[in-house]
């Protein structure tokens, strides 16, 4: 089955850092991916749709200066947290899709700003 | 955008116990699924049903799309059905995914 790879599993850093997380279709092409964030006993929230090659759809709420996003090619997506704070604390997971079947999620990023 | 409700919201079973958890939704979709996501936080996909019915061991779904919801079978639970489920549907192409609240399962020995 189709497979999504998301790096690192875990991440603790310190106040003001960039943390990037990656997310990877080992075995398909992903012409669109995901990114979610799901905060403690909540569901997750869609947070922006990025597509191969062209620029991120950020849902409303979402600070794209905030949150980078980049999918240059149609297997990797990368979300880059800028000068990220306690708040930003939360679960990420990605997603990927071909445009032909249901999305494959992967394992998450557990992210801890200190 | 589309609504997506499900019940109950928690749910505490005793082990060997069946439940069925519902997701109701505001909009015709073109995807429905269903995931568990267990205690470290990975979604387990358990079916993709946009209609009709399907069943995998002791877990089985139907979504009636026409009445706009979809429900999923839990038989015989075990204490590692304990978790969240939750209903995502989309329906939009490229399949732009709308997460429930989930259900919180608890499942006692």
């Known amino acids: 089955g189709a497979v999504v790879s998301q790096h690192p599993s875990w991440v603790i850093c310190k106040s003001g850092t960039s943390v990037k997380i990656e997310c990877r279709s080992l075995d398909f092409q992903a012409t669109t991916m995901f990114w979610y964030r799901q905060f403690p006993k909540q569901s997750l929230m869609l947070m922006a749709t990025s597509n191969e090659g062209s620029k991120a759809t950020y849902e409303q709420g979402v600070e794209k200066d905030k949150f980078l996003i980049n999918h240059a090619s149609l297997t990797l997506s990368t979300l880059t947290v800028t000068s990220a704070h306690p708040e930003d604390s939360s679960f990420y997971i990605c997603s990927a899709s071909n445009g032909n079947q249901p999305q494959h999620f992967g394992d998450g990023t557990r992210l801890s700003i200190l | 955008g589309i609504q997506v409700e499900q019940s109950p919201p928690d749910l505490i079973l005793q082990e060997g116990a069946n439940s069925t958890l519902r997701c109701n939704f505001s909009?015709?979709?073109?995807?429905l699924q269903w995931f568990h996501q267990n205690p470290w936080g990975q979604l387990i996909n358990l079916f993709y049903i946009p209609s009709g019915t399907k069943q995998n061991g002791r877990l089985s779904a139907t979504t009636v799309a026409t009445e706009r919801y979809s429900l999923l079978y839990i038989s015989s639970s075990q204490t590692t059905d304990s978790g969240v489920y939750f209903c995502?549907?989309?329906?939009?192409?490229?399949?732009?995914?709308?997460f429930g609240a989930g259900t919180r399962l608890f499942v006692k020995a």
């Open positions: 995502a549907v989309s329906n939009t192409g490229g399949f732009k995914t709308i």
């Open positions: 909009d015709s979709v073109n995807n």
